[in-house]
């Protein structure tokens, strides 16, 4: 049981979850870029860039952010 729980809480595989203008990201790096229209998240092997209008983080944890807005696309570096 005690390794089964282990796993969940040391999961450092980098995800993405979209649900309508919700993006959820796990195990990204840094936050380089944060502003109203565009937000760049430096993540394992690049960059992801998020494009949108009224970009705003609703929730930032260790290495979980979920950023709110009318998405319009993401784009991987």
């Not at 979850?17 to 870029?33: R, V």
């Not at 565009?38 to 290495?63: A, C, F, M, Q």
Request: net charge neutral; glycine share 4%; proline share 1%.
């Amino acid at each position: 049981m005690l390794k089964s729980i282990n796993k969940i809480i040391k999961n450092n595989i980098f995800s993405i979850n979209i649900i309508e203008n919700t993006i959820d990201i796990n195990n990204f790096i840094d936050i380089t870029i944060l502003e109203s229209n565009k937000i760049v998240l430096e993540i394992p092997n690049g960059y992801l860039r998020i494009y949108g209008n009224n970009l705003t983080v609703s929730k930032l944890l260790d290495k979980e952010v979920m950023i709110n807005g009318s998405i319009t696309s993401l784009e991987f570096k």
